[in-house]
């Protein structure tokens, strides 16, 4: 059974960083590709970054693209979402996502995704 838990969520400032950390089980780590999504108030879940499985490609949303970083580690069945120079637009569940082995979390879509976390909140206040 597959196990995907988020860690990592709080309240914070505009202009602060959150470092989310998603703890995966049950699953072929090393060979799977991982990502993020969110889903803000009255919103739907949207991609906001992912990996292939090798970790030689990852892509990121427009709007978070030079302020959040995805890894991967592997020897921690983690994967990880830096997040710097907050928005309060970044007020969101962010929830982690997983793929069968050898598919790619680039710029993946909801229905591309096999296995979904709980999600962690997130909320930036102004």
């Known amino acids: 059974q597959v196990q995907l838990v988020e860690s990592g969520g709080g309240l914070v400032q505009a202009g602060a960083s959150l470092r989310l950390s998603c703890v995966a089980s049950?699953?072929?780590?090393?060979?799977?590709?991982l990502g993020w999504f969110r889903q803000g108030p009255g919103k739907e879940r949207e991609f906001v970054a992912g990996?292939?499985?090798?970790?030689?490609?990852?892509h990121y949303a427009d709007s978070v693209k030079g302020r959040f970083t995805i890894s991967k580690d592997n020897a921690k069945s983690s994967v990880y979402l830096q997040m710097n120079s907050l928005k309060p637009e970044d007020t969101a569940i962010y929830y982690c996502?997983?793929?069968?082995?050898?598919?790619?979390?680039?710029?993946?879509?909801?229905?591309?995704?096999?296995?979904w976390g709980r999600g962690t909140q997130v909320a930036v206040s102004s």
């Open positions: 996502a997983a793929r069968r082995p050898y598919r790619s979390m680039v710029q993946a879509s909801t229905t591309d995704v096999e296995y």
């Open positions: 049950g699953l072929s780590f090393a060979s799977s590709a």
């Open positions: 990996t292939s499985w090798n970790t030689h490609a990852t």
